[in-house]
């Protein structure tokens, strides 16, 4: 088994829960610009669909939402947009297709779940950049 870890300041871990040996690690933290920011990176990491997506960046220098392989680290897609806001990506099946829901500091974005491609975006102005609440649809 694996443990992901995803620090304030964009560093993914992957841990061996047998060992606790580090298997790999990415550092990111390159993509956050701390001059601005609340708290940093404020997102869980998701097991969706064989990879592991984690949202990294800020609102200085943009964000990119990355489908990790969780064995090896290595990138399998990457979506790039506006700064994260504060708040885990989440993942639902809308419309037949899954998808990764997630909000950045100006907008709720959904994305491929196989492929990183953006499919729709609405806009959503907040001050904070917080979604208190995850994320949830319901049907009509």
Do not use: C
């Amino acid at each position: 088994t694996t443990v992901i870890t995803i620090g304030g300041n964009a560093v993914v871990g992957a841990w061996s829960t047998a060992t606790g040996e580090a298997l790999w690690r990415k550092d990111y933290s390159a993509s956050v610009d701390t001059s601005k920011l609340f708290t940093g990176t404020a997102a869980s990491a998701l097991s969706e669909g064989g990879f592991v997506i984690v949202q990294v960046g800020s609102d200085i220098q943009g964000g990119r939402v990355i489908a990790l392989d969780p064995k090896t680290g290595v990138e399998k897609w990457t979506w790039t947009g506006k700064g994260p806001g504060y708040s885990s990506p989440s993942a639902f099946t809308i419309g037949g297709t899954r998808q990764i829901v997630t909000m950045t500091e100006g907008s709720i974005e959904g994305l491929d779940a196989k492929t990183g491609a953006g499919l729709w975006s609405i806009p959503f102005a907040d001050d904070w950049h917080v979604l208190e609440r995850t994320l949830g649809l319901l049907p009509r």
